[in-house]
Each structure stands twice: as C-alpha cells, then as structure tokens.
C-alpha cells in the first residue's frame, strides 16, 4: 500500500501544478475546461475546472473543485458551508490569481 500513495504523489507532482497558501499548506492542481450548460442542454460557457488536493492528503478527503471564467473571474456553483471553509477557498483562489499573474511575467 506504501507503494500505491507514492506512486499517487509522483503522478500529482508530475501532472500538477503546485501551490503554496499563506498558512503554508500546499496543493496540487490541474486545470481542464468545463462547459456549463442551461436546462435544455444548450452551452453557456466554457470555463477552466481547477480540482486541488492537499498535499500528503492520502485519503483524499481534501479536494475541491474551482471555476474560473477565460476572463480570470471565479463562478460559485454554491457556497462554502462553513466560514473556515470560505477563508480556505479565498486563499486557494488567492494564490491561483497570484501564481497565474506572476507567470505571465516569467
């Protein structure tokens, strides 16, 4: 099973993008388009899908997913349910706007 989690962290540092929050957690992420779709099917939109996992996270109890419109504004599907929740999103998106606006410049 050891075998199993770290050939999991090999492949997420691989295929990942890595970030660093304030309080010093770190995630990996990937970036996908999402196509968001009325009622009848008919597209609205096509964003970017952010899926971030804390690192050393082996149970995969801390995942979340992210939208973000081409424009570099985030979408809420619904709410954080609790507030450290929300202070938790807001580092996370922090940092993507953050990471994203340096590596324009790199």
């Known amino acids: 099973?050891?075998?199993?989690?770290?050939?999991?962290?090999?492949?997420?540092?691989?295929?990942?993008?890595?970030?660093?929050?304030?309080?010093?957690?770190?995630?990996?992420?990937?970036?996908?388009?999402?196509?968001l779709n009325n009622a009848v099917g008919n597209l609205i939109a096509?964003?970017?899908q952010y899926t971030l996992t804390k690192k050393d996270d082996i149970t995969g109890l801390f995942s979340c997913k992210l939208y973000r419109t081409k424009d570099g504004n985030w979408y809420d599907f619904e709410e954080p349910a609790s507030m450290d929740e929300k202070k938790q999103i807001r580092m996370l998106k922090s940092a993507i706007d953050a990471k994203d606006n340096t590596s324009v410049f790199d």
């Open 46 to 48: 096509v964003l970017q």
């Open 1 to 35: 099973m050891t075998y199993h989690c770290s050939m999991r962290e090999a492949l997420k540092n691989l295929f990942s993008k890595q970030i660093t929050l304030e309080d010093g957690n770190i995630y990996f992420y990937t970036v996908q388009p999402f196509e």
